[in-house]
T-cell receptor, first 111, second 114 residues
Framework: QEKVQQSPESLIVPEGAMSSLNCTFS?????SIWWYQQHPGKGPEALI?????GNKKEGRLTVYLNRASLHVSLHIRDSQPSDSAVYLC???????????FGKGTSLVVHP | ETAVFQTPNYHVTQVGNEVSFNCKQT?????MYWYKQDSKKLLKIMFS???????VNETVPRRFSPQSSDKAHLNLRIKSVEPEDSAVYLC?????????????FGEGSRLIVV
């Protein structure tokens, strides 16, 4: 069964700083990795995904995937107080109908 | 804009009672899921359906039973709730294709068992 671990458990950064979140997974055959953002009292919302080794950039978000080390990271440039939320990493193996989530990183961006 | 609708949002009940949660998606997706989210925010998949067919049935107590009338609806019934069932139950939907599957979640149904 896929195992997904996230670090750090919580992160506090000042407004304007770079926020860096990490995720490791156990199955090298995992096909896709997603990052979700969850605000209190809301359901998770998909932010960005990556399927191939390397990096992908969308706006202030950059995600890096290294399949050899089973590691993916999410970087949020110019962090804003509105970015304060729990960030969840989710991994899906090919043809698998059960995306597996990590425990999340709680990000707080203070003004 | 919400496209996965869950009811009720919040429910308090006593041990031993029966509870049902309803979920509807208006995205035209072919797969729906139920996840349980505990107090530490960990999401654990319980069930997933593809075109009304049960395809993932994780190890959950038998008092939990999913029901799907069509691919846009997936309900969850809990017979005789226990205190450890207190959690947020999240419904999600997705397309399923070779590039992976983005999940679209509802806002959750919080269950408190007293």
């Amino acid at each position: 069964q896929e195992k997904v671990q996230q670090s750090p458990e919580s992160l506090i950064v000042p407004e304007g700083a770079m926020s860096s979140l990490n995720c490791t997974f156990s199955n090298s055959a995992s096909q896709s990795i997603w990052w979700y953002q969850q605000h209190p009292g809301k359901g998770p919302e998909a932010l960005i995904s990556i399927f191939s080794n390397g990096n992908k950039k969308e706006g202030r978000l950059t995600v890096y995937l290294n399949r050899a080390s089973l590691h993916v990271s999410l970087h949020i440039r110019d962090s804003q107080p509105s970015d304060s939320a729990v960030y969840l990493c989710a991994v899906t193996a090919g043809g698998n109908y059960k995306p597996t989530f990590g425990k999340g990183t709680s990000l707080v961006v203070h003004p | 804009e919400t496209a996965v609708f869950q009811t009720p949002n919040y429910h308090v009940t006593q041990v031993g009672n029966e509870v049902s949660f309803n979920c509807k998606q208006t995205l035209g997706h072919d797969t729906m899921y139920w996840y349980k989210q505990d107090s530490k925010k960990l999401l654990k998949i319980m069930f997933s359906y593809n075109n009304k067919q049960l395809i993932v049935n994780e190890t959950v107590p038998r008092r939990f039973s999913p029901q799907s009338s069509d691919k846009a609806h997936l309900n969850l019934r809990i017979k005789s709730v226990e205190p450890e069932d207190s959690a947020v139950y999240l419904c999600a939907s997705s397309y399923t294709d070779s590039s992976g599957n983005t999940l679209y979640f509802g806002e959750g149904s919080r269950l408190i068992v007293v």
